[in-house]
């Protein structure tokens, strides 16, 4: 049991470029979030996902997209890059609403 | 504006050593209160939700209390594994997407020496 995968763990970017990172889940869990976490700051919520085909704005949304086509996957867009959004950010899920019971290992990202 | 402190910012022990860690909140109605462990480079691993003041849940060699401004997190004859960030984050009462979003402290670094 996989709980929950995020790919890739690693990347670097230049300013402008655009990415996606992926999470995957296997538990069937409805709610879905991404987080990114910064030196000497909490946890902030980017954007979550309530079930399949449904996304909305976290905390800290600009500059980021989000998609849920599937259940099991929750993709994160980045379109242009910005050194501001490095960052490690990490997928969680849970079966009960706001309250994130998994995380995966994260993605450490570089933005030059 | 919802806010959580955690203190100390870290926290260095004896193997055996009890101690607790503090995470102070300011909050419009608590929904609930958070702790998780961050081993370094993993993701955070959810331990304990509390929800009113007077409750307590234990796992292990920690305990996790909660009362109106702030929750504690003893840890009782600490191991070298228990070493890691301990995270507290707070929900609040609020309507639609203000309802999924948790307010995260900053951690306590717990180290445990043997």
């Known amino acids: 049991n996989a709980g929950v995968t995020q790919t890739p763990k690693f990347r670097v970017l230049k300013t402008g470029q655009s990415m996606t990172l992926l999470c995957a889940q296997d538990?069937?869990?409805?709610?879905m979030y991404w987080y990114r976490q910064d030196p000497g700051m909490g946890l902030r919520l980017i954007h979550y996902?309530?079930?399949?085909?449904?996304?909305a704005k976290g905390e800290v949304p600009d500059g980021y997209n989000v998609s849920r086509l599937k259940k099991q996957n929750f993709l994160l867009g980045l379109e242009s890059a910005a050194p501001s959004q490095t960052s490690v950010y990490f997928c969680?899920?849970?079966?009960?609403?706001?309250?994130?019971?998994?995380f995966g290992d994260g993605t450490r990202l570089s933005i030059l | 504006e919802d806010q959580v402190t955690q203190s100390p910012e870290a926290l260095r022990l004896q193997e055996g050593e009890s101690s607790s860690l503090n995470c102070s909140y300011t909050?419009?109605?608590?929904?609930?209160l958070f702790w998780y462990r961050q081993d370094p480079g993993k993701g955070p691993e959810f331990l304990f939700t509390?929800?009113?003041a007077g409750e307590e849940k234990e796992k292990e060699r920690l305990k996790a209390t909660l009362t109106k401004k702030e929750s504690f997190l003893h840890i009782t004859a600490p191991k070298p594994e228990d070493s890691a960030t301990y995270l507290c984050?707070?929900?609040?009462?609020?309507?639609?997407?203000?309802?999924?979003?948790?307010?995260f402290g900053k951690g306590t670094k717990l180290s445990v020496i043997p």
């Open positions: 984050a707070v929900q609040a009462h609020y309507s639609g997407a203000g309802s999924y979003q948790l307010t």
């Open positions: 969680a899920s849970s079966s009960q609403g706001a309250q994130p019971q998994h």
């Open positions: 909050v419009s109605g608590l929904r609930g």
């Open positions: 538990m069937n869990h409805e709610y």
């Open positions: 996902s309530v079930g399949e085909g449904t996304t």
């Open positions: 509390l929800y009113s």
